[in-house]
């Protein structure tokens, strides 16, 4: 049987590179087009890209440089910093690479021996597995479900300061994928606290941060000073991933040292990308407003659909998508290939993202309503045929 979760280690691949294997799960499904798609962690929003760019629409082939406005601009505008510490690049999965190269550049030379990456589970498998690339070593640290079944997924301080005192680097994702649940406030306090106690750099990939903002706790992990790199795109919350725009925060510093890195493997941006997300970037709260718009709309009818079914629902306060576990231990990825394909639906197996989770199920509401209610009514009678 083929394991989809990330991988931690390189057995098996010693002087070669594991696979992204979720995808060889994932990219088949999608291709399969079933009609009713919960599966989709980031907003599904249709950008007027033709009526956004008007006549510079025929430019996207044409140099950029001195006719869009800076997207760093903006971003740092946004974000309340300098445009020093932001840099450009295309999407977050290349910024989770450049994050660790730039991490890995700034301690080579006083590091004595094998660099050390501590990675979170469950996560978004190019997390660990950049480190897999780019590092010597990669300590698994876990975050796991709320004991009561509701609330945020906490970490064990005994078992991420073990290896913290280990690690070079600490990679992390604030808003859990797939739990959908921000960093519990005293973890994020303690992963940051231990960060500066062990001398530790701290990667956060924010791709999910921009639906939270309005929640309290979701502070960036830029803003801890010196040493802390955030990572975001357009992808997931702005529904812009097949541009591939995305960016890093950090210090200027830290900052610098990735903006060489991006020019020796990347050169410069492409025209396409960043004419269209200079014209988005403007326009972002229209999809806050849509967020706001579908969670209003569509969660009170999932609500209802796994409480009918007895499943116990954590819903996380902000976002598009969560998870829930099946009842007995069942199997998300027979669930999902099984009773959900005969119902025409896609939904994702937990095993994409640990192999802790292979009773869970993600599900997202990230659809326009009349999609999401014919998509549940699908869920409805997976579960039906599941359960019963
Ligand atoms: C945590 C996380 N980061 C990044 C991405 C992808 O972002 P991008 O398309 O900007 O590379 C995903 C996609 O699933 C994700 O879950």
């Given amino acids: 049987m083929t394991n989809y979760w990330p991988r931690f280690s390189r057995d098996n691949f010693e002087n070669s590179v594991p696979p992204i294997d979720y995808l060889n799960w994932y990219i088949p499904r999608l291709q399969e087009a079933r009609t009713h798609n919960l599966s989709f962690s980031g907003m599904q929003y249709n950008w007027d890209i033709q009526g956004m760019l008007g006549e510079k629409i025929a430019d996207i082939g044409k140099p950029y440089m001195a006719d869009i406005e800076d997207p760093r601009i903006i971003i740092a505008k946004r974000e ?150 955030s990572i975001n795109s357009l992808t997931k919350v702005y529904a812009m991933g097949p541009i591939r725009f995305g960016w890093l925060i950090s210090d200027s510093k830290t900052i610098a040292i990735a903006k060489n890195i991006f020019m020796t493997f990347s050169g410069v941006m492409s025209s396409p990308t960043m004419r269209i997300a200079a014209e988005a970037l403007k326009r972002l709260d229209v999809v806050d407003k849509e967020i706001e718009y579908y969670r209003s709309e569509n969660l009170p009818i999932l609500r209802a659909v796994l409480e009918k079914h007895g499943i116990d629902w954590n819903e996380p306060s902000g976002g598009v998508f969560g998870c829930f576990e099946l009842p007995n231990n069942l199997d998300s990825e027979v669930f999902a290939d099984q009773h959900c394909k005969e119902n025409e639906l896609l939904v994702v197996p937990g ?38």
């Fill in 80 to 229: 309340g910093v300098s445009p020093d510490n932001v840099l450009i690049t295309h999407g977050a999965t290349q910024g989770i690479n450049i994050a660790l190269l730039t991490a890995i550049a700034s301690i080579r030379d006083k590091v004595d021996g094998k660099i050390v990456v501590a990675a979170e589970s469950p996560t978004y498998a190019p997390i660990p597995q950049t480190a897999l690339i780019l590092a010597d070593e990669v300590i698994r640290v876990n975050k796991t479900p709320p004991t009561t079944g509701h609330g945020h997924w906490r970490i064990n301080y005994e078992e991420w300061e073990t290896a913290m005192k280990k690690s070079h680097i600490i990679m992390i994702t604030p808003i859990s994928n797939p739990s959908g649940w921000g960093l519990h406030i005293e973890d994020r306090n303690w992963i940051i606290k231990h960060a500066e106690e062990n001398d530790v750099i701290v990667i956060a990939d924010e791709a999910y941060n921009d639906a939270y903002r309005h929640i309290e706790q979701s502070r960036a992990i830029h803003t801890f000073g010196d040493n802390y790199i």
């Fill in 351 to 388: 095993s994409m993202f640990s192999d802790r989770m292979t009773s869970w199920v993600r599900v997202a509401w990230s659809i326009e309503p009349s999609l999401f209610r014919l998509a549940v009514e699908a869920l409805d009678k997976s579960l039906d045929s599941a359960l019963n």
